[in-house]
């Protein structure tokens, strides 16, 4: 076995699938109750142990008889035969016919012995005990006959089917309760890191905790594809804890995946356990992300090692890990999970290894897919929703240019471009606009930013607020005004009355990013200050404690003031309420939507345009109006 | 709501749409546990409350700075900074950072007070209690601003969004381990009908007992459809059982579906109590199949009733019912759900409405998809299993010709054309052949019906048992030869010796059907012996107790006899065995695997070619040989 050992530095990613092909993942087979048998596969053939139906079966309502007591019958020249009894579905016929005899019979019900036929309602008619047939049937007519929908000893259906309703319809016809079906291989996911806390726990971020974003999201990626997922507790750098974890982990499942921590303390921990509890058969791949992958062995269970950081893990997941599940579950490869497009922009790359890119989609106007890349950082979570798939690029490949097509590997087969693509300015109106479209993605870069990406023509509308210095041709959708100032604590306590207060007194203020409107607002109104004070903007600014640091989102100063980190916040009249803080009025500035002209005619645009004439979302939010 | 009525005899699919469209079946807005939350819809919009992440986080392990203090510095002219601490992941720093100082900082760790970048640490060098700074950093390098991911404050999704793994990784960040999702509709189905079974349970053939297709059926559908099944118990014809049962589940369902029955009566019972205890919106749609179909209400649940054959109740579920359910459910509709191909042979029409004609697919070498309808019947379960979806014809529409285009809804977006379409003769080793096939579909009609068939150039391969009148234009691809005779019940009590004891005994004989190749060979055996004996062949014939009337299945006479119905039945050696009853030996017969000449190349074919060669599936089979 210490052939597949691969411990040159960085190997090819082929060679990584072929060691994750050579791990055992498939469990036993088991047996489930038909209920519970949907989207599971078929372990073995499944044959007909009955006739379907089990009997000579009428398919209408009318008379059987003998056939051949029929011939000759026709509207003219009816048939007359004596009735001699009645058969209902679910009923067993008392009678067999005789010549020149007929049974009353329902859809459904058993022919009596010796009717091989029979002659629908309505081309009859009762006469006391005797019935007038105004047709001829041959035998055969008007009779399901036994087996005919599938014989006993036939066979049904194949190892490897994936049970829809249309097989489970026919697994009932056939009386089965429970069928034989490929085992869910169990996986389980041990996350490593002192620094991950649970979800719905308490968070110390001044400890540097956070939440452990790989073990839910591993989760259902595994469930996604087709296995069942099993979560350990976090294990921290300690050895002892950490074989124990990983071992009670291996005797339970069939592969076990660690990830969760980026420290090379915690890795490293992982790597002697994995060497001296089982085999380590690979470690590195040429791959970004996802270099310090490893492959091996833990008792009788598979082991992954995934990367730390969440859209690295999870596309590492995708591209290497969940094919074996689904293998070992005998689930298909998913159709349709490729989407083709062409490039939006030019993209370089220089990495030696391939490059598994996240990309997203966005339409142009008319319907073309766009494809663009989503690169924040491996670390930013956000990337997860804001990439549709990955842009497999070659070691080789030295950039992509603008409008060159590629695929993009979709993160799911029904993965939809948004229907519409919003950059710029967060704010709490456009929040609710956004809860009204069909299918938006928005990405809160601030107003300068979204401006420029507009001017690149990835998006299809910037949301930008405040004064702008940038002159970029686009077309005005609609917008609103909001009322913006200094957010202070509750019953202002420091009795700040305005932008004075922050440049006289020594007072802490949290500020916005450059990019931000409110920012830009900000500046305006200082600098207005200055001009009335005869001062240079220069000298305002420096006398205010935290005005060069920017805060990332529109609440985060109030947020600060709230948890009396700082005695003033730049914000909107909306956030100081929502939080229970007091407000300062400044100024009002607009909020203007404006689209990329070339994506007016866009359905997703005019879906937004026409909501921003309708909505009537200012009503609830202080210190809004249409404008 | 009287309005909503529509009584007159057939109405408009579109009508029925409507109906249904204006029926409420959209339950409340639940929170589930992030573990169970994939594929859950949210209910509403989630915000961000708190920054991801909580804190300014070094992106690589080395030493956190004030980038001032490294200006100018590069490998010629280093700086030196005073080391004055350590901080690793999940620890909270305990110095802040004086003018010229440094701390040692792990990926992931919090930045200690007054530190506003990271020199990575294979640009430094340890000098004692000193660090040498080899690079100049900016304010920011290295480090991942709190909120930069996602700030407090912002929108993380939007409601309607269906939560896959990366809606459930940026969740996890935000540290919300329970989420507002769209309840899933619960659907009540009530099985009328005194004749069905519940799968498991033991079947009275005799009475015209057969199992309940549909609950399973339409159960399965409606989890598809992202609904909830609840199954009812079988109700009769008796009103007040009805009446009880379809309260009950009225009463705990967001709709109630019955099928299950094609009586009359039951129809009627069902009829009467909507009427009574509800409202009864639509019967009767323009629609082959599901005419009967009822819409309405119950109480405050809504009410549907199925046709009662399965194919009938399953389209017309699929049709009208599932985008209900998937509405109220919040789902999207099913991408990619439709395939297009060319209609393998002509097939006529007069039917005046909708058709939601059952198609098969098939590709031809060339991978093109064709398109061949699927009418068995639509008592017949097999025409769940033998199409792949329908296509919706126009009342107006006479014929759809050879060759045209046409769109086949699937049943399931991931339905794919099979590999192997085969017809003919059904045979033990050819199931087994089958197992080893990547998707192959067989239709078991017999070896003349599959002659028939493969001349019209819809399947891919005819397997043919016996001597043929045919002559087709095939190609060979393999095929092996099996010892047939009569199967008599164990221990041959009657003392059979061969064909000579069915003509000149009194023996009740199961013969098999005209298209079944077994039944060619006894007709070519008793044509040899008739010439011996020097009589017609009709004479012997008609002198064998049960030779006209044929079963359906190849192990159908073999049964018969297991079950005492019979003392001699026509059959292989391999069956015989199988049912531990004796076999005379008649004779030997080929079984040929004769492929359409223009799909050789097909892979499915080639797979198949392949199979026949290698396969050892005859070890194991009595009577059977290569050939």
Same mark, same amino acid.
């Not at 690169?375 to 490949?397: F, I, M, N, W, Y």
């Not at 000298?539 to 805060?551: C, K, M, N, Q, V």
């Given at each position: 076995?210490?052939?597949?050992?691969?411990?040159?530095?960085?190997?090819?990613?082929?060679?990584?699938?072929?060691?994750?092909?050579?791990?055992?993942?498939?469990?036993?087979?088991?047996?489930?109750?038909?209920?519970?048998?949907?989207?599971?596969?078929?372990?073995?053939?499944?044959?007909?142990?009955?006739?379907?139906?089990?009997?000579?079966?009428?398919?209408?309502?009318?008379?059987?008889?003998?056939?051949?007591?029929?011939?000759?019958?026709?509207?003219?020249?009816?048939?007359?035969?004596?009735?001699?009894?009645?058969?209902?579905?679910?009923?067993?016929?008392?009678?067999?016919?005789?010549?020149?005899?007929?049974?009353?019979?329902?859809?459904?019900?058993?022919?009596?012995?010796?009717?091989?036929?029979?002659?629908?309602?309505?081309?009859?008619?009762?006469?006391?005990?005797?019935?007038?047939?105004?047709?001829?049937?041959?035998?055969?007519?008007?009779?399901?006959?036994?087996?005919?929908?599938?014989?006993?000893?036939?066979?049904?259906?194949?190892?490897?089917?994936?049970?829809?309703?249309?097989?489970?319809?026919?697994?009932?016809?056939?009386?089965?309760?429970?069928?034989?079906?490929?085992?869910?291989?169990?996986?389980?996911?041990?996350?490593?890191?002192?620094?991950?806390?649970?979800?719905?726990?308490?968070?110390?971020?001044?400890?540097?905790?956070?939440?452990?974003?790989?073990?839910?999201?591993?989760?259902?990626?595994?469930?996604?594809? !087709? !296995?069942?997922?099993?979560?350990?507790?976090?294990?921290?750098?300690?050895?002892?804890?950490?074989?124990?974890?990983?071992?009670?982990?291996?005797?339970?499942?069939?592969?076990?995946?660690?990830?969760?921590?980026?420290?090379?303390?915690?890795?490293?921990?992982?790597?002697?356990?994995?060497?001296?509890?089982?085999?380590?058969?690979?470690?590195?791949?040429?791959?970004?992300?996802?270099?310090?992958?490893?492959?091996?062995?833990?008792?009788?269970?598979?082991?992954?090692?995934?990367?730390?950081?969440?859209?690295?893990?999870?596309?590492?997941?995708?591209?290497?890990?969940?094919?074996?599940?689904?293998?070992?579950?005998?689930?298909?490869?998913?159709?349709?999970?490729?989407?083709?497009?062409?490039?939006?922009?030019?993209?370089?790359?220089?990495?030696?290894?391939?490059?598994?890119?996240?990309?997203?989609?966005?339409?142009?106007?008319?319907?073309?897919?766009?494809?663009?890349?989503?690169?924040?950082?491996?670390?930013?979570?956000?990337?997860?929703?804001?990439?549709?798939?990955?842009?497999?690029?070659?070691?080789?490949?030295?950039?992509?240019?603008?409008?060159?097509?590629?695929?993009?590997?979709?993160?799911?087969?029904?993965?939809?471009?948004?229907?519409?693509?919003?950059?710029?300015? &967060?704010?709490?109106?456009?929040?609710?606009?956004?809860?009204?479209?069909?299918?938006?993605?928005?990405?809160?870069?601030?107003?300068?930013?979204?401006?420029?990406?507009?001017?690149?023509?990835?998006?299809?509308?910037?949301?930008?607020?405040?004064?702008?210095?940038?002159?970029?041709?686009?077309?005005?959708?609609?917008?609103?005004?909001?009322?913006?100032?200094?957010?202070?604590?509750?019953?202002?306590? &420091?009795?700040?009355?305005?932008?004075? &207060?922050?440049?006289?007194?020594?007072?802490?203020?949290?500020?916005?990013?450059?990019?931000?409107?409110?920012?830009?607002?900000?500046?305006?109104?200082?600098?207005?200050?200055?001009?009335?004070?005869?001062?240079?903007?220069?000298?305002?600014?420096?006398?205010?404690?935290?005005?060069?640091?920017?805060?990332?989102?529109?609440?985060?100063?109030?947020?600060?003031?709230?948890?009396?980190?700082?005695?003033?916040?730049?914000?909107?009249?909306?956030?100081?309420?929502?939080?229970?803080?007091?407000?300062?009025?400044?100024?009002?500035?607009?909020?203007?939507?404006?689209?990329?002209?070339?994506?007016?005619?866009?359905?997703?645009?005019?879906?937004?345009?026409?909501?921003?004439?309708?909505?009537?979302?200012?009503?609830?939010?202080?210190?809004?109006?249409?404008?």
């Amino acid at each position: 076995m210490s052939d597949r050992k691969q411990f040159r530095d960085l190997v090819d990613p082929e060679v990584a699938h072929d060691a994750i092909d050579s791990l055992d993942l498939a469990p036993e087979p088991e047996t489930v109750p038909l209920s519970e048998a949907r989207g599971r596969v078929l372990a073995e053939r499944v044959d007909a142990d009955l006739d379907v139906p089990g009997f000579d079966r009428a398919t209408v309502d009318g008379y059987a008889v003998r056939g051949r007591d029929t011939f000759g019958a026709d509207e003219a020249d009816p048939v007359t035969l004596d009735l001699v009894g009645t058969v209902h579905a679910g009923e067993e016929p008392d009678v067999p016919i005789g010549e020149g005899e007929a049974v009353e019979i329902s859809t459904g019900a058993v022919m009596p012995d010796d009717a091989d036929a029979v002659v629908m309602v309505e081309r009859t008619e009762i006469d006391g005990e005797r019935v007038r047939v105004r047709t001829a049937v041959a035998p055969g007519d008007n009779v399901m006959v036994a087996g005919s929908d599938v014989a006993a000893g036939a066979r049904a259906l194949g190892p490897g089917t994936r049970l829809t309703a249309r097989d489970i319809g026919l697994l009932s016809a056939l009386g089965r309760d429970a069928v034989p079906v490929r085992g869910r291989p169990k996986i389980g996911i041990v996350s490593t890191g002192d620094e991950l806390v649970r979800p719905g726990e308490e968070l110390n971020s001044a400890r540097g905790e956070i939440y452990d974003v790989n073990s839910y999201t591993i989760a259902a990626g595994v469930e996604e594809a !087709g !296995g069942e997922a099993v979560l350990y507790p976090h294990a921290g750098d300690d050895y002892d804890e950490m074989e124990r974890l990983l071992l009670e982990a291996a005797d339970e499942c069939d592969l076990v995946l660690s990830s969760g921590s980026t420290s090379a303390s915690a890795v490293d921990v992982i790597y002697r356990v994995v060497e001296e509890r089982g085999e380590l058969l690979l470690h590195g791949v040429a791959v970004k992300p996802g270099k310090p992958m490893l492959i091996g062995e833990l008792g009788d269970s598979a082991y992954v090692g995934l990367p730390g950081y969440p859209v690295s893990a999870l596309t590492i997941f995708r591209t290497f890990v969940a094919p074996a599940i689904r293998e070992a579950a005998g689930l298909p490869e998913p159709q349709t999970a490729t989407a083709r497009g062409r490039m939006a922009v030019r993209e370089r790359y220089s990495e030696g290894r391939l490059r598994l890119m996240p990309a997203g989609l966005v339409t142009d106007s008319d319907g073309e897919t766009l494809v663009y890349p989503v690169d924040k950082g491996s670390g930013a979570t956000t990337s997860l929703v804001e990439a549709d798939g990955v842009v497999a690029v070659d070691p080789d490949t030295e950039y992509l240019d603008q409008g060159e097509e590629v695929d993009v590997q979709l993160f799911s087969p029904d993965v939809r471009a948004p229907t519409l693509l919003a950059v710029g300015e &967060d704010d709490p109106a456009l929040s609710r606009i956004l809860d009204a479209l069909e299918r938006p993605r928005f990405l809160p870069v601030g107003s300068r930013e979204g401006l420029r990406r507009l001017s690149n023509s990835v998006p299809d509308v910037a949301v930008v607020a405040g004064p702008t210095e940038r002159d970029v041709e686009t077309v005005d959708l609609g917008g609103w005004e909001r009322e913006w100032g200094l957010v202070v604590p509750d019953g202002n306590p &420091d009795a700040v009355d305005g932008l004075s &207060d922050l440049i006289d007194r020594d007072l802490a203020f949290v500020n916005r990013g450059r990019d931000a409107g409110l920012r830009a607002s900000l500046d305006a109104a200082l600098s207005d200050l200055a001009d009335e004070r005869g001062a240079s903007l220069a000298d305002l600014t420096e006398s205010i404690r935290g005005f060069e640091a920017g805060t990332k989102g529109f609440e985060s100063p109030a947020r600060a003031v709230a948890r009396g980190e700082a005695d003033a916040g730049l914000g909107l009249r909306a956030t100081a309420e929502k939080l229970g803080l007091t407000f300062v009025p400044v100024g009002v500035e607009d909020v203007r939507v404006r689209a990329n002209p070339d994506r007016v005619e866009k359905p997703g645009v005019r879906e937004l345009e026409a909501t921003l004439a309708e909505t009537d979302v200012y009503e609830s939010l202080p210190g809004y109006e249409r404008a």
